[in-house]
């Protein structure tokens, strides 16, 4: 029995350095999941899209055609939202450009994020909000189909310099993105609350919380995958990103306020102006400065750091009007108190 006792005592320190190995090994390959789970990167397209369709399910629950057929009798708001994304933000990209004496990468960046459309996050925004659903929806639809050709043209003539001879848009993922995300599931959503509207609120709720879940996974793997590194282009360009942020707020409001469009318009204009398509940003950057293409690796890396800061500013500053507005906080929404 001693014998036995003491063979296996030996084989077992015989076999420690191999456990050790093996331990080192199963911990790498741990590690190697966790980073992989938390490559953002990789499954940033696949989370936004599952987000988008659950938020946009269940706002359709709760709309109807009637909502859509106010936009088009009163198309002030529509109206405001396309002048605001296609030809005042790019000017205003290119003077805050100019004036603060941005890198090309930067500049350039800025001129692509005033040229993109307003993103699919702002219907979301928008009923969190508490603003005018169907306003957003019509916006966003009108400029991301309309960005075939506003986009090209802002970037041809604010940044034709520095653009590829044989640049063009993406038409088909747009028009997919667009269908796939937003419309498809809108529309069911609205079938839904015609045939059945007993069953649609609960659905309506079940999808809207589904969809706070995947926004809160979102944030909390962009935060952990650390894509975004502040100190890189120094103080100022962040500074005059988080400015140009600001200046399509207050603009938007004071061109809705200018026009006498409601509190709930107004809101609206401001979201779709500020929040701009993200994802559509780092499909163009791809289209415009391919990953092989290093004589403007530095210009591509300005240009990616942009879009990217731009999407957590804007999210940041539409957030906290959302919270605002329900709060009925501030100069704007504090007058709902009276």
């Not at 997919?176 to 079938?191: I, K, R, Y």
Request: hydrophobic share 60%; aromatic share 10%.
């Amino acid at each position: 029995m001693r014998g036995v006792l003491f063979w296996a005592i030996d084989d077992a320190v015989v076999a420690m350095p191999n456990m050790s190995i093996r331990s080192a090994e199963v911990n790498q390959t741990i590690n190697s999941g966790v980073f992989m789970y938390w490559d953002y990167a990789t499954y940033e397209y696949f989370l936004s899209a599952a987000l988008l369709i659950c938020a946009m399910f269940g706002m359709g629950a709760t709309l109807n055609a009637r909502d859509f057929l106010g936009v088009l009798k009163s198309p002030q708001g529509l109206c405001l939202i396309v002048a605001m994304q296609i030809v005042v933000m790019p000017l205003v990209a290119i003077m805050l450009a100019r004036f603060f004496e941005l890198p090309t990468g930067i500049a350039i960046g800025m001129v692509l994020v005033s040229a993109l459309p307003g993103g699919l996050f702002s219907n979301v925004l928008t009923f969190l909000g508490r603003g005018n659903v169907a306003l957003s929806v019509s916006a966003t639809s009108v400029g991301t189909v309309g960005c075939l050709i506003t986009t090209v043209a802002v970037l041809k003539i604010f940044a034709a310099t520095e653009l590829p001879d044989d640049f063009s848009m993406p038409a088909g993922r747009i028009l997919a993105e667009v269908g796939l995300c937003l419309l498809l599931p809108l529309l069911l959503g609205m079938a839904l609350h015609r045939a059945a509207p007993l069953v649609a609120p609960k659905a309506s709720l079940f999808c809207l919380r589904a969809s706070w879940a995947l926004l809160v996974i979102i944030v909390s793997a962009a935060l952990l995958a650390g894509r975004l590194d502040l100190t890189a282009y120094g103080w100022k360009s962040p500074l005059v990103i988080v400015l140009f942020g600001m200046i399509a707020l207050w603009l938007s409001y004071a061109a809705a306020f200018f026009i006498h469009l409601s509190i709930d318009d107004s809101f609206t204009v401001a979201v779709e102006v500020v929040v701009r398509n993200s994802h559509l940003g780092i499909l163009l950057k791809a289209a415009l400065f391919s990953s092989s293409d290093t004589q403007h690796l530095e210009i591509a890396d300005g240009v990616l750091y942009t879009v990217l800061l731009y999407a957590a500013v804007c999210l940041m500053i539409t957030i906290s009007e959302v919270v605002a507005k329900r709060k009925m906080l501030g100069p704007i929404f504090g007058r709902l108190r009276k």
